[in-house]
């Protein structure tokens, strides 16, 4: 019984090492790449944007308002 308590303390001591090691690793490497996606999706979301605003002012706005004087003139 002593034996098995020992081993499971030595397991538990191996992997606390190991989660230390793996918090207190100073390399960034992740952190760029999440950086750099964050960046792309900011400026693909802008354009998206940029392109809807530009369409709806120019072509789907005037052709609306057309067609909405078209619907209420009942004179003609």
Same mark, same amino acid.
């Given at each position: 019984m002593?034996?098995?308590?020992?081993?499971?303390?030595?397991?538990?001591?191996?992997?606390?090492?190991?989660?230390k +090691?793996i *918090?207190t690793n100073?390399? #960034?490497?992740?952190?760029v790449? %999440? +950086?750099i996606?964050?960046?792309? +999706?900011? *400026?693909i979301?802008?354009?998206?944007l940029? #392109?809807?605003y530009?369409l709806? #002012?120019?072509v789907?706005?005037? %052709?609306l %308002?057309r067609?909405?004087?078209e619907?209420?003139?009942?004179? #003609?």
């Open positions: 002593r034996k098995m308590i020992n081993n499971m303390k030595n397991k538990m001591v191996i992997k606390a090492m190991q989660v +090691a *918090v100073p390399s #960034g490497e992740g952190f790449d %999440t +950086a996606k964050i960046l792309m +999706a900011v *400026v979301g802008a354009l998206v940029a #392109g809807l530009a709806f #002012g120019d789907v706005l005037p %052709t %308002t067609r909405i004087k619907m209420f003139n009942y004179a #003609g």
